[in-house]
Protein backbone atom coordinates (compact mmCIF):
# COMPACT_ATOMS: atom_id res chain seq x y z
CA UNK A 1 0.00 0.00 0.00
CA UNK A 2 1.87 3.04 -1.51
CA UNK A 3 0.69 6.63 0.61
CA UNK A 4 2.06 9.57 -0.55
CA UNK A 5 2.94 12.09 1.70
CA UNK A 6 0.31 15.30 1.84
CA UNK A 7 -2.07 13.64 -0.34
CA UNK A 8 -5.66 13.27 0.04
CA UNK A 9 -5.48 9.69 0.75
CA UNK A 10 -2.66 9.85 3.34
CA UNK A 11 -4.94 12.68 5.37
CA UNK A 12 -8.21 10.08 5.41
CA UNK A 13 -6.16 7.28 6.23
CA UNK A 14 -5.36 8.83 9.57
CA UNK A 15 -8.68 10.58 10.29
CA UNK A 16 -10.01 7.56 9.73
CA UNK A 17 -7.00 5.85 12.21
CA UNK A 18 -7.62 8.60 14.64
CA UNK A 19 -11.34 8.21 15.00
CA UNK A 20 -11.11 4.35 14.89
CA UNK A 21 -8.50 4.76 17.50
CA UNK A 22 -10.86 7.32 19.89
CA UNK A 23 -13.65 4.63 19.35
CA UNK A 24 -11.54 1.94 20.79
CA UNK A 25 -9.93 3.54 23.34
CA UNK A 26 -13.00 5.19 24.77
CA UNK A 27 -14.97 2.03 25.80
CA UNK A 28 -12.32 0.46 27.10
CA UNK A 29 -11.83 2.41 29.49
CA UNK A 30 -15.55 2.53 30.55
CA UNK A 31 -15.26 -1.45 30.12
CA UNK A 32 -12.57 -1.74 32.43
CA UNK A 33 -13.85 0.26 35.33
CA UNK A 34 -17.55 -1.69 35.09
CA UNK A 35 -15.82 -5.62 34.59
CA UNK A 36 -13.54 -4.59 37.65
CA UNK A 37 -16.42 -3.16 39.55
CA UNK A 38 -18.85 -6.56 38.62
CA UNK A 39 -15.87 -8.46 39.35
CA UNK A 40 -15.01 -6.99 42.88
CA UNK A 41 -19.34 -7.19 43.39
CA UNK A 42 -18.76 -10.52 42.92
CA UNK A 43 -15.94 -11.49 45.10
CA UNK A 44 -17.77 -9.69 48.09
CA UNK A 45 -21.46 -11.88 47.60
CA UNK A 46 -18.68 -15.22 46.98
CA UNK A 47 -16.42 -14.08 50.45
CA UNK A 48 -19.93 -13.97 52.34
CA UNK A 49 -21.40 -17.12 50.50
CA UNK A 50 -18.46 -18.37 52.27
CA UNK A 51 -18.54 -17.17 55.33
CA UNK A 52 -22.68 -18.21 55.53
CA UNK A 53 -21.67 -21.51 54.48
CA UNK A 54 -18.83 -21.92 57.33
CA UNK A 55 -21.02 -20.43 59.51
CA UNK A 56 -23.81 -23.15 59.26
CA UNK A 57 -21.21 -26.06 59.24
CA UNK A 58 -19.74 -24.74 62.70
CA UNK A 59 -23.00 -23.98 64.21
CA UNK A 60 -24.17 -27.90 63.74
CA UNK A 61 -22.75 -30.47 65.67
CA UNK A 62 -19.30 -30.95 63.98
CA UNK A 63 -16.47 -33.11 64.68
CA UNK A 64 -12.45 -31.85 64.76
CA UNK A 65 -12.17 -33.97 61.38
CA UNK A 66 -15.31 -32.06 59.73
CA UNK A 67 -13.43 -28.94 60.75
CA UNK A 68 -10.00 -29.66 59.32
CA UNK A 69 -11.64 -30.91 56.06
CA UNK A 70 -13.25 -27.72 56.00
CA UNK A 71 -10.27 -25.81 56.45
CA UNK A 72 -8.23 -28.06 54.06
CA UNK A 73 -10.54 -27.35 51.64
CA UNK A 74 -10.78 -23.64 51.38
CA UNK A 75 -7.02 -23.55 51.48
CA UNK A 76 -6.90 -25.72 48.46
CA UNK A 77 -9.42 -23.78 46.76
CA UNK A 78 -7.62 -20.29 47.88
CA UNK A 79 -9.94 -19.20 49.95
CA UNK A 80 -9.30 -18.32 53.85
CA UNK A 81 -11.30 -19.50 56.62
CA UNK A 82 -11.16 -17.62 59.97
CA UNK A 83 -12.87 -18.59 63.21
CA UNK A 84 -12.76 -16.23 66.14
CA UNK A 85 -13.93 -15.86 69.38
CA UNK A 86 -16.49 -13.48 71.01
CA UNK A 87 -12.85 -11.67 72.63
CA UNK A 88 -11.57 -11.24 69.12
CA UNK A 89 -9.00 -14.72 69.83
CA UNK A 90 -8.41 -16.72 66.58
CA UNK A 91 -9.65 -19.86 67.33
CA UNK A 92 -9.07 -21.47 63.84
CA UNK A 93 -7.98 -20.37 60.40
CA UNK A 94 -7.23 -22.49 57.06
CA UNK A 95 -3.66 -20.50 56.70
CA UNK A 96 -2.26 -20.13 59.67
CA UNK A 97 -0.61 -23.45 61.61
CA UNK A 98 -2.48 -24.63 65.09
CA UNK A 99 0.47 -23.75 66.74
CA UNK A 100 0.99 -20.34 66.02
CA UNK A 101 -2.54 -18.83 66.27
CA UNK A 102 -2.09 -17.74 70.26
CA UNK A 103 1.12 -15.30 68.32
CA UNK A 104 -1.49 -13.83 66.22
CA UNK A 105 -3.14 -10.51 66.52
CA UNK A 106 -6.31 -9.68 68.07
CA UNK A 107 -9.46 -9.58 65.46
CA UNK A 108 -11.48 -7.94 67.09
CA UNK A 109 -10.50 -4.60 65.99
CA UNK A 110 -11.08 -6.00 62.21
CA UNK A 111 -13.21 -4.06 60.47
CA UNK A 112 -15.38 -6.98 58.88
CA UNK A 113 -15.72 -8.60 62.52
CA UNK A 114 -16.88 -5.19 63.93
CA UNK A 115 -19.98 -5.04 61.73
CA UNK A 116 -20.17 -8.95 62.02
CA UNK A 117 -20.42 -8.62 65.84
CA UNK A 118 -22.55 -5.02 65.78
CA UNK A 119 -25.08 -6.10 62.69
CA UNK A 120 -24.64 -10.00 61.39
CA UNK A 121 -22.64 -9.34 58.68
CA UNK A 122 -19.97 -7.61 57.76
CA UNK A 123 -17.41 -6.45 54.61
CA UNK A 124 -14.23 -5.18 53.80
CA UNK A 125 -11.73 -4.92 51.27
CA UNK A 126 -7.97 -4.94 52.63
CA UNK A 127 -4.37 -5.39 53.42
CA UNK A 128 -3.91 -9.07 55.29
CA UNK A 129 -0.93 -8.34 57.36
CA UNK A 130 -0.68 -12.16 58.35
CA UNK A 131 -0.31 -13.60 54.97
CA UNK A 132 0.70 -9.90 53.05
CA UNK A 133 -2.06 -9.68 50.21
CA UNK A 134 -5.11 -7.63 49.32
CA UNK A 135 -8.33 -9.67 49.48
CA UNK A 136 -12.27 -9.21 50.11
CA UNK A 137 -13.34 -10.00 53.59
CA UNK A 138 -16.79 -11.31 54.87
CA UNK A 139 -17.41 -12.08 58.24
CA UNK A 140 -21.14 -13.44 59.68
CA UNK A 141 -21.53 -13.73 63.49
CA UNK A 142 -22.07 -16.94 65.55
CA UNK A 143 -24.27 -17.72 67.94
CA UNK A 144 -21.48 -18.64 70.76
CA UNK A 145 -20.55 -14.99 70.28
CA UNK A 146 -17.26 -15.17 67.92
CA UNK A 147 -17.15 -14.86 64.23
CA UNK A 148 -16.46 -16.77 61.09
CA UNK A 149 -14.97 -15.05 57.85
CA UNK A 150 -14.26 -15.82 54.78
CA UNK A 151 -11.42 -13.87 52.51
CA UNK A 152 -11.33 -14.23 48.66
CA UNK A 153 -7.55 -13.15 47.50
CA UNK A 154 -8.25 -10.22 45.20
CA UNK A 155 -5.07 -11.13 42.91
CA UNK A 156 -7.34 -13.59 41.39
CA UNK A 157 -10.09 -11.07 40.96
CA UNK A 158 -7.31 -9.20 38.78
CA UNK A 159 -6.03 -12.40 37.48
CA UNK A 160 -9.74 -13.15 36.18
CA UNK A 161 -10.72 -9.47 35.01
CA UNK A 162 -7.23 -8.82 33.03
CA UNK A 163 -8.45 -12.44 30.86
CA UNK A 164 -11.76 -10.95 30.25
CA UNK A 165 -9.85 -7.43 29.45
CA UNK A 166 -7.41 -9.67 26.98
CA UNK A 167 -10.28 -10.85 24.81
CA UNK A 168 -11.93 -8.20 24.88
CA UNK A 169 -9.21 -5.79 23.87
CA UNK A 170 -8.50 -8.62 21.11
CA UNK A 171 -11.84 -8.40 19.58
CA UNK A 172 -12.19 -4.59 19.72
CA UNK A 173 -8.07 -4.50 17.65
CA UNK A 174 -10.01 -6.98 15.31
CA UNK A 175 -12.85 -4.71 14.65
CA UNK A 176 -10.70 -1.50 14.94
CA UNK A 177 -8.06 -3.46 12.13
CA UNK A 178 -11.15 -4.01 9.79
CA UNK A 179 -12.06 -0.86 10.48
CA UNK A 180 -8.67 0.63 9.01
CA UNK A 181 -8.52 -1.63 6.19
CA UNK A 182 -12.00 -0.52 5.24
CA UNK A 183 -10.80 2.62 5.68
CA UNK A 184 -8.16 2.09 2.81
CA UNK A 185 -9.85 0.48 0.08
CA UNK A 186 -12.47 3.55 0.54
CA UNK A 187 -9.48 5.97 0.33
CA UNK A 188 -7.51 4.14 -2.27
CA UNK A 189 -11.58 4.25 -4.11
CA UNK A 190 -11.52 7.73 -3.64
CA UNK A 191 -8.23 8.45 -4.77
CA UNK A 192 -8.47 6.44 -7.93
CA UNK A 193 -11.76 8.16 -8.65
CA UNK A 194 -9.60 11.61 -8.51
CA UNK A 195 -6.63 10.02 -10.31
CA UNK A 196 -9.42 9.43 -12.66
CA UNK A 197 -10.45 13.00 -12.62
CA UNK A 198 -6.99 14.19 -12.75
CA UNK A 199 -6.14 12.17 -15.95
CA UNK A 200 -8.92 13.53 -18.09
CA UNK A 201 -8.00 17.05 -17.42
CA UNK A 202 -4.35 16.64 -17.64
CA UNK A 203 -5.53 15.36 -21.04
CA UNK A 204 -7.47 18.41 -22.18
CA UNK A 205 -4.46 20.29 -20.63
CA UNK A 206 -2.07 18.52 -23.54
CA UNK A 207 -4.34 19.53 -26.38
CA UNK A 208 -7.24 16.71 -25.76
CA UNK A 209 -9.94 18.93 -25.93
CA UNK A 210 -11.94 16.23 -26.88
CA UNK A 211 -12.09 14.75 -23.75
CA UNK A 212 -15.08 15.37 -21.00
CA UNK A 213 -15.81 14.04 -17.56
CA UNK A 214 -19.06 12.39 -18.10
CA UNK A 215 -19.18 9.94 -14.96
CA UNK A 216 -17.93 11.71 -11.78
CA UNK A 217 -17.63 9.66 -8.30
CA UNK A 218 -20.05 10.99 -6.69
CA UNK A 219 -22.70 14.16 -6.67
CA UNK A 220 -20.64 15.97 -4.85
CA UNK A 221 -18.27 16.17 -7.70
CA UNK A 222 -20.84 17.16 -10.46
CA UNK A 223 -19.93 21.26 -10.19
CA UNK A 224 -16.12 20.04 -10.63
CA UNK A 225 -17.35 17.62 -13.88
CA UNK A 226 -19.49 20.70 -14.72
CA UNK A 227 -16.60 23.51 -14.49
CA UNK A 228 -13.86 21.41 -15.88
CA UNK A 229 -16.05 19.99 -19.02
CA UNK A 230 -16.68 23.90 -19.64
CA UNK A 231 -12.84 24.58 -19.33
CA UNK A 232 -12.32 22.07 -22.42
CA UNK A 233 -14.83 23.53 -24.74
CA UNK A 234 -13.92 27.34 -23.85
CA UNK A 235 -10.09 26.06 -24.43
CA UNK A 236 -11.22 24.18 -27.67
CA UNK A 237 -12.98 27.09 -29.28
CA UNK A 238 -10.00 28.89 -28.07
CA UNK A 239 -8.03 26.81 -30.16
CA UNK A 240 -10.19 27.45 -32.94
CA UNK A 241 -9.90 30.59 -32.64
CA UNK A 242 -5.96 30.80 -32.50
CA UNK A 243 -5.32 28.40 -35.61
CA UNK A 244 -7.69 30.53 -37.83
CA UNK A 245 -5.24 33.82 -36.26
CA UNK A 246 -2.75 31.64 -37.34
CA UNK A 247 -3.79 30.66 -40.58
CA UNK A 248 -4.50 34.31 -41.47
CA UNK A 249 -1.21 35.28 -39.84
CA UNK A 250 0.51 33.05 -42.02
CA UNK A 251 -1.34 34.25 -45.16
CA UNK A 252 -1.00 37.72 -44.73
CA UNK A 253 2.96 37.03 -43.89
CA UNK A 254 3.75 35.04 -46.79
CA UNK A 255 1.95 37.56 -49.08
CA UNK A 256 4.04 40.44 -48.03
CA UNK A 257 6.53 41.94 -50.47
CA UNK A 258 8.73 43.19 -47.45
CA UNK A 259 10.78 40.75 -45.15
CA UNK A 260 9.24 40.05 -41.45
CA UNK A 261 11.34 38.78 -39.03
CA UNK A 262 10.72 37.82 -35.37
CA UNK A 263 13.35 38.01 -32.43
CA UNK A 264 12.61 36.69 -28.91
CA UNK A 265 14.20 38.91 -25.33
CA UNK A 266 17.33 37.39 -26.49
CA UNK A 267 18.01 38.62 -29.70
CA UNK A 268 17.46 34.71 -31.45
CA UNK A 269 15.55 33.75 -34.21
CA UNK A 270 11.88 33.02 -33.86
CA UNK A 271 9.96 33.39 -37.13
CA UNK A 272 10.51 34.77 -40.65
CA UNK A 273 8.24 34.95 -43.84
CA UNK A 274 9.33 33.59 -47.30
CA UNK A 275 10.18 37.59 -49.05
CA UNK A 276 12.66 37.16 -46.09
CA UNK A 277 13.56 33.60 -46.72
CA UNK A 278 14.07 35.02 -50.39
CA UNK A 279 16.34 37.94 -49.79
CA UNK A 280 18.53 36.08 -46.97
CA UNK A 281 18.44 32.10 -47.72
CA UNK A 282 20.50 31.10 -44.51
CA UNK A 283 17.58 32.48 -42.51
CA UNK A 284 15.79 29.16 -43.08
CA UNK A 285 18.19 27.59 -41.26
CA UNK A 286 18.83 29.45 -38.38
CA UNK A 287 16.07 28.78 -36.19
CA UNK A 288 16.84 29.83 -32.57
CA UNK A 289 20.37 30.87 -34.05
CA UNK A 290 21.70 35.01 -33.59
CA UNK A 291 20.74 37.10 -35.59
CA UNK A 292 24.21 36.72 -37.80
CA UNK A 293 24.07 33.48 -38.18
CA UNK A 294 20.87 34.37 -40.50
CA UNK A 295 21.43 37.80 -41.68
CA UNK A 296 25.14 38.03 -41.88
CA UNK A 297 24.80 42.12 -41.53
CA UNK A 298 27.12 43.11 -38.58
CA UNK A 299 25.47 46.80 -38.73
CA UNK A 300 21.93 45.16 -38.13
CA UNK A 301 23.20 42.87 -35.40
CA UNK A 302 24.93 45.81 -33.54
CA UNK A 303 21.36 47.90 -33.82
CA UNK A 304 19.17 45.01 -32.58
CA UNK A 305 22.07 44.20 -29.95
CA UNK A 306 21.18 48.08 -28.99
CA UNK A 307 17.54 47.97 -29.05
CA UNK A 308 17.42 45.21 -27.31
CA UNK A 309 19.44 46.60 -24.57
CA UNK A 310 22.21 44.00 -24.91
CA UNK A 311 26.24 44.93 -24.93
CA UNK A 312 27.71 45.53 -28.57
CA UNK A 313 31.02 44.08 -29.67
CA UNK A 314 33.75 47.14 -30.04
CA UNK A 315 34.23 45.13 -33.16
CA UNK A 316 31.06 44.30 -34.81
CA UNK A 317 30.29 48.30 -34.18
CA UNK A 318 33.62 48.92 -35.73
CA UNK A 319 33.00 46.34 -38.91
CA UNK A 320 29.24 47.47 -39.58
CA UNK A 321 29.77 48.29 -43.03
CA UNK A 322 30.16 52.09 -41.75
CA UNK A 323 30.33 53.51 -45.82
CA UNK A 324 26.84 51.94 -47.15
CA UNK A 325 25.58 51.20 -43.83
CA UNK A 326 23.03 54.53 -42.35
CA UNK A 327 20.66 54.84 -39.61
CA UNK A 328 17.73 57.22 -39.98
CA UNK A 329 15.22 57.63 -37.19
CA UNK A 330 11.67 56.23 -37.85
CA UNK A 331 9.07 56.31 -35.98
CA UNK A 332 8.80 56.97 -32.05
CA UNK A 333 11.25 54.11 -30.58
CA UNK A 334 11.71 52.48 -34.00
CA UNK A 335 14.98 52.77 -36.10
CA UNK A 336 14.96 52.55 -39.72
CA UNK A 337 18.63 51.03 -40.79
CA UNK A 338 19.71 51.18 -44.67
CA UNK A 339 22.83 48.80 -45.78
CA UNK A 340 23.95 47.62 -49.24
CA UNK A 341 24.86 43.87 -50.05
CA UNK A 342 27.76 42.79 -51.77
CA UNK A 343 25.69 42.11 -54.85
CA UNK A 344 24.88 45.99 -54.74
CA UNK A 345 21.03 45.33 -53.37
CA UNK A 346 19.98 47.95 -51.37
CA UNK A 347 18.15 47.18 -48.01
CA UNK A 348 15.91 48.89 -45.57
CA UNK A 349 15.38 47.26 -42.21
CA UNK A 350 12.85 48.78 -39.84
CA UNK A 351 13.54 47.69 -36.27
CA UNK A 352 10.61 47.98 -33.56
CA UNK A 353 11.01 47.80 -30.29
CA UNK A 354 9.88 44.74 -27.77
CA UNK A 355 6.66 45.15 -27.07
CA UNK A 356 6.72 45.92 -23.31
CA UNK A 357 3.32 43.95 -22.43
CA UNK A 358 4.79 40.83 -23.84
CA UNK A 359 7.62 39.72 -21.93
CA UNK A 360 8.14 37.02 -24.84
CA UNK A 361 8.51 38.99 -27.43
CA UNK A 362 11.72 40.69 -29.01
CA UNK A 363 12.87 42.71 -31.81
CA UNK A 364 10.64 42.73 -34.78
CA UNK A 365 12.21 43.57 -37.96
CA UNK A 366 10.37 44.49 -41.46
CA UNK A 367 13.18 44.39 -43.90
CA UNK A 368 12.16 45.88 -47.76
CA UNK A 369 14.38 45.80 -50.88
CA UNK A 370 15.37 49.74 -51.15
CA UNK A 371 17.29 48.90 -54.97
CA UNK A 372 15.10 50.88 -57.30
CA UNK A 373 14.63 53.67 -54.79
CA UNK A 374 18.04 54.34 -53.51
CA UNK A 375 19.45 53.45 -57.50
CA UNK A 376 16.81 56.46 -58.70
CA UNK A 377 17.67 58.86 -55.65
CA UNK A 378 21.43 58.45 -56.92
CA UNK A 379 20.47 59.27 -59.99
CA UNK A 380 18.44 62.65 -58.78
CA UNK A 381 21.50 63.41 -56.90
CA UNK A 382 24.12 63.11 -60.03
CA UNK A 383 21.47 64.98 -61.99
CA UNK A 384 20.81 67.74 -59.81
CA UNK A 385 24.88 67.86 -59.06
CA UNK A 386 25.42 67.63 -62.89
CA UNK A 387 23.30 70.50 -63.57
CA UNK A 388 23.73 72.30 -61.52
CA UNK A 389 27.80 72.48 -62.31
CA UNK A 390 27.12 73.07 -65.84
CA UNK A 391 24.87 75.38 -65.49
CA UNK A 392 27.30 77.58 -63.46
CA UNK A 393 28.88 78.47 -66.14
CA UNK A 394 26.44 79.97 -67.91
CA UNK A 395 24.45 82.01 -65.43
CA UNK A 396 28.21 83.34 -64.30
CA UNK A 397 28.27 84.34 -68.20
CA UNK A 398 25.10 85.91 -67.90
CA UNK A 399 25.63 87.36 -64.55
CA UNK A 400 28.67 88.93 -66.14
CA UNK A 401 26.79 90.48 -68.83
CA UNK A 402 24.30 91.82 -67.17
CA UNK A 403 26.23 93.84 -64.78
CA UNK A 404 28.49 94.79 -67.82
CA UNK A 405 25.12 96.38 -69.54
CA UNK A 406 23.87 97.81 -65.96
CA UNK A 407 27.42 99.87 -66.12
CA UNK A 408 27.29 101.77 -69.21
CA UNK A 409 26.93 105.27 -69.19
CA UNK A 410 24.62 105.71 -72.36
CA UNK A 411 22.30 102.87 -71.30
CA UNK A 412 18.70 104.04 -71.18
CA UNK A 413 17.44 104.11 -67.87
CA UNK A 414 14.47 101.45 -68.84
CA UNK A 415 16.86 98.78 -70.43
CA UNK A 416 19.48 99.76 -66.75
CA UNK A 417 16.51 98.54 -64.88
CA UNK A 418 16.10 95.14 -67.18
CA UNK A 419 19.87 94.15 -66.60
CA UNK A 420 19.64 95.00 -62.82
CA UNK A 421 16.22 92.44 -62.67
CA UNK A 422 18.62 90.04 -64.67
CA UNK A 423 21.68 90.12 -62.62
CA UNK A 424 19.92 90.08 -59.61
CA UNK A 425 17.61 87.02 -60.48
CA UNK A 426 20.82 85.26 -61.75
CA UNK A 427 22.30 85.49 -58.10
CA UNK A 428 19.32 83.74 -57.07
CA UNK A 429 19.89 81.02 -58.94
CA UNK A 430 23.42 80.85 -58.48
CA UNK A 431 22.43 81.15 -54.98
CA UNK A 432 20.27 78.11 -55.21
CA UNK A 433 22.54 76.20 -57.37
CA UNK A 434 25.45 76.69 -54.29
CA UNK A 435 22.94 75.05 -52.35
CA UNK A 436 22.08 72.35 -54.63
CA UNK A 437 25.71 71.43 -54.83
CA UNK A 438 26.24 71.44 -51.66
CA UNK A 439 23.37 69.46 -50.38
CA UNK A 440 24.84 66.79 -52.93
CA UNK A 441 28.29 67.15 -50.88
CA UNK A 442 26.55 66.88 -48.44
CA UNK A 443 24.36 63.87 -49.62
CA UNK A 444 27.52 61.68 -50.62
CA UNK A 445 28.07 59.46 -47.95
CA UNK A 446 31.29 57.97 -49.39
CA UNK A 447 32.88 61.12 -48.83
CA UNK A 448 33.70 61.32 -44.70
CA UNK A 449 33.84 64.64 -42.88
CA UNK A 450 36.75 65.30 -40.99
CA UNK A 451 35.95 66.46 -37.24
CA UNK A 452 37.31 67.52 -34.43
CA UNK A 453 36.89 69.32 -30.64
CA UNK A 454 35.42 72.42 -31.76
CA UNK A 455 34.10 75.26 -29.70
CA UNK A 456 31.02 76.35 -30.67
CA UNK A 457 31.48 80.29 -30.40
CA UNK A 458 33.94 80.63 -33.11
CA UNK A 459 31.43 79.10 -36.10
CA UNK A 460 28.57 81.02 -34.41
CA UNK A 461 31.22 83.56 -34.53
CA UNK A 462 31.49 83.40 -38.04
CA UNK A 463 27.81 82.77 -38.84
CA UNK A 464 26.79 85.75 -36.99
CA UNK A 465 29.58 88.60 -38.52
CA UNK A 466 27.88 86.78 -42.20
CA UNK A 467 24.34 87.67 -41.22
CA UNK A 468 25.13 91.18 -39.35
CA UNK A 469 24.31 93.39 -42.53
CA UNK A 470 20.53 91.62 -42.95
CA UNK A 471 19.91 91.79 -38.79
CA UNK A 472 20.90 95.34 -39.12
CA UNK A 473 18.30 96.51 -41.60
CA UNK A 474 15.77 95.41 -39.35
CA UNK A 475 17.36 95.97 -36.17
CA UNK A 476 17.64 92.56 -34.93
CA UNK A 477 19.16 91.66 -31.51
CA UNK A 478 21.61 88.65 -30.95
CA UNK A 479 21.69 86.86 -27.46
CA UNK A 480 24.14 84.23 -27.79
CA UNK A 481 25.12 81.89 -24.43
CA UNK A 482 26.98 78.94 -25.77
CA UNK A 483 29.89 79.85 -23.38
CA UNK A 484 32.95 77.49 -24.37
CA UNK A 485 30.92 74.51 -25.10
CA UNK A 486 33.18 72.13 -27.22
CA UNK A 487 31.69 69.74 -30.21
CA UNK A 488 32.75 67.16 -31.93
CA UNK A 489 32.46 68.59 -35.76
CA UNK A 490 33.78 69.92 -38.78
CA UNK A 491 33.95 73.95 -38.02
CA UNK A 492 33.22 74.90 -41.72
CA UNK A 493 30.01 72.62 -41.92
CA UNK A 494 29.18 74.09 -38.51
CA UNK A 495 29.02 77.53 -39.43
CA UNK A 496 27.34 76.90 -42.61
CA UNK A 497 24.38 75.06 -40.27
CA UNK A 498 24.81 78.29 -38.15
CA UNK A 499 24.85 80.56 -40.77
CA UNK A 500 20.99 79.00 -43.11
CA UNK A 501 19.60 78.95 -39.67
CA UNK A 502 20.38 82.79 -38.45
CA UNK A 503 19.67 83.72 -42.28
CA UNK A 504 15.92 82.09 -42.39
CA UNK A 505 15.74 83.69 -37.96
CA UNK A 506 16.40 87.91 -39.83
CA UNK A 507 14.10 86.48 -42.59
CA UNK A 508 11.38 85.81 -40.41
CA UNK A 509 11.82 87.93 -37.23
CA UNK A 510 9.95 91.08 -36.93
CA UNK A 511 11.27 94.62 -37.09
CA UNK A 512 13.72 94.99 -34.03
CA UNK A 513 12.95 91.77 -32.89
CA UNK A 514 15.60 89.35 -31.02
CA UNK A 515 17.69 85.96 -31.99
CA UNK A 516 18.27 83.92 -28.88
CA UNK A 517 21.51 81.12 -29.77
CA UNK A 518 21.89 78.78 -26.43
CA UNK A 519 23.72 75.51 -25.95
CA UNK A 520 23.51 73.02 -22.98
CA UNK A 521 25.42 69.71 -22.53
CA UNK A 522 23.59 66.51 -21.47
CA UNK A 523 25.35 63.85 -21.00
CA UNK A 524 27.37 62.79 -24.19
CA UNK A 525 25.34 65.07 -26.40
CA UNK A 526 25.47 69.22 -26.76
CA UNK A 527 21.36 70.33 -27.59
CA UNK A 528 21.57 74.14 -29.25
CA UNK A 529 19.07 76.17 -29.71
CA UNK A 530 18.44 78.97 -32.08
CA UNK A 531 14.88 80.51 -31.67
CA UNK A 532 13.06 83.87 -32.66
CA UNK A 533 9.63 85.58 -32.40
CA UNK A 534 8.71 86.02 -36.05
CA UNK A 535 5.38 84.35 -36.89
CA UNK A 536 5.64 80.71 -35.76
CA UNK A 537 5.19 77.68 -38.13
CA UNK A 538 1.88 75.62 -38.09
CA UNK A 539 2.08 72.92 -36.22
CA UNK A 540 1.04 70.22 -39.23
CA UNK A 541 4.10 71.74 -41.79
CA UNK A 542 6.55 71.31 -38.34
CA UNK A 543 7.54 67.69 -39.61
CA UNK A 544 8.34 68.69 -43.47
CA UNK A 545 10.15 72.40 -43.07
CA UNK A 546 13.60 70.00 -43.52
CA UNK A 547 12.22 68.62 -46.94
CA UNK A 548 14.44 70.18 -49.50
CA UNK A 549 12.45 72.54 -51.71
CA UNK A 550 9.46 72.64 -49.35
CA UNK A 551 8.19 76.48 -47.80
CA UNK A 552 5.85 77.27 -45.37
CA UNK A 553 2.81 78.39 -47.72
CA UNK A 554 2.25 81.77 -46.49
CA UNK A 555 6.19 82.67 -47.24
CA UNK A 556 6.09 81.30 -50.53
CA UNK A 557 7.37 83.90 -52.72
CA UNK A 558 10.33 85.17 -50.10
CA UNK A 559 13.11 84.91 -52.65
CA UNK A 560 14.40 81.67 -50.33
CA UNK A 561 15.14 77.91 -52.07
CA UNK A 562 13.94 75.71 -49.62
CA UNK A 563 17.39 73.71 -49.30
CA UNK A 564 18.59 75.57 -46.50
CA UNK A 565 16.97 73.61 -43.84
CA UNK A 566 17.59 70.44 -45.98
CA UNK A 567 21.47 71.56 -46.12
CA UNK A 568 21.33 71.93 -42.17
CA UNK A 569 19.32 68.13 -41.45
CA UNK A 570 21.91 66.25 -43.48
CA UNK A 571 24.85 67.82 -42.12
CA UNK A 572 23.76 67.26 -38.73
CA UNK A 573 22.58 63.94 -39.20
CA UNK A 574 26.37 62.98 -41.06
CA UNK A 575 27.78 64.15 -37.53
CA UNK A 576 25.57 62.27 -35.73
CA UNK A 577 23.06 64.47 -34.16
CA UNK A 578 19.41 65.58 -34.49
CA UNK A 579 17.42 68.28 -35.53
CA UNK A 580 14.21 69.26 -35.19
CA UNK A 581 11.64 72.21 -34.94
CA UNK A 582 9.17 73.62 -32.01
CA UNK A 583 6.73 76.41 -32.53
CA UNK A 584 5.72 77.43 -30.09
CA UNK A 585 9.02 77.80 -27.61
CA UNK A 586 9.06 78.74 -24.36
CA UNK A 587 9.30 82.51 -24.66
CA UNK A 588 9.62 82.95 -28.35
CA UNK A 589 7.42 82.58 -31.09
CA UNK A 590 9.32 79.07 -33.03
CA UNK A 591 12.68 77.17 -32.48
CA UNK A 592 15.51 74.95 -34.33
CA UNK A 593 17.11 72.72 -31.98
CA UNK A 594 19.96 70.25 -33.38
CA UNK A 595 22.03 68.11 -30.92
CA UNK A 596 25.90 67.33 -31.76
CA UNK A 597 28.49 65.24 -30.00
CA UNK A 598 30.57 66.48 -27.17
CA UNK A 599 33.41 66.82 -27.20
CA UNK A 600 36.05 65.31 -24.29
CA UNK A 601 36.94 67.71 -21.35
CA UNK A 602 40.17 69.59 -22.09
CA UNK A 603 42.01 67.30 -19.51
CA UNK A 604 40.95 63.99 -21.48
CA UNK A 605 42.39 65.88 -24.59
CA UNK A 606 45.80 64.21 -26.10
Known amino acids: MLIRQGSLQRRLFWVFALVTAIAAAAPLFFIRDALYAERLDLAKKEALSLAIVAKSILEAPYTEGQLRKLLLAAKERAF ?101 SLSVFITRKIRGSMNSMARIVADISHGRTHTRLNNPPASEFLPLAHAVNTMADTIEEYKKITAEQQNQLETILDSMHEGVLVLDPEGKIRRWNRALARLFPAIVEAEGKSLMEGIPVPVLQAHTDKLLGKPVCAAQAQNALPDTAQRTPAQAGDEAVHFELPAGRFLVAHLSPPVENNAALGAVLVVYDATDIMRLERVRRDFVSNVSHELRTPLTAVAGYAETLAACEDLPDEYRKYADIIHKHTGRLGKIISDLLALARIENTRESIAVAPVEISGPLADAL ?131 LPAAPDHESTP
Open 465 to 595: AACREQASDKEIQFAAGVGDIRVLANASLLTQVFGNLLENACRYSPVKGEISISAEKTGDKVLITVADNGPGIPKAELSRIFERFYQVKKERGSGTSGIGLAICKHIIERHGGHIFAQSPYKNAATALLFT
Open 80 to 180: RITVTSASGQVLHDSHIDEKALPDMDNHLDRPEIEDALAGGTGISLRHSNSLGFDAVYAASALSSGGAVRAAVPLADILRGLENKFTSIMLVIAAVAAFCL
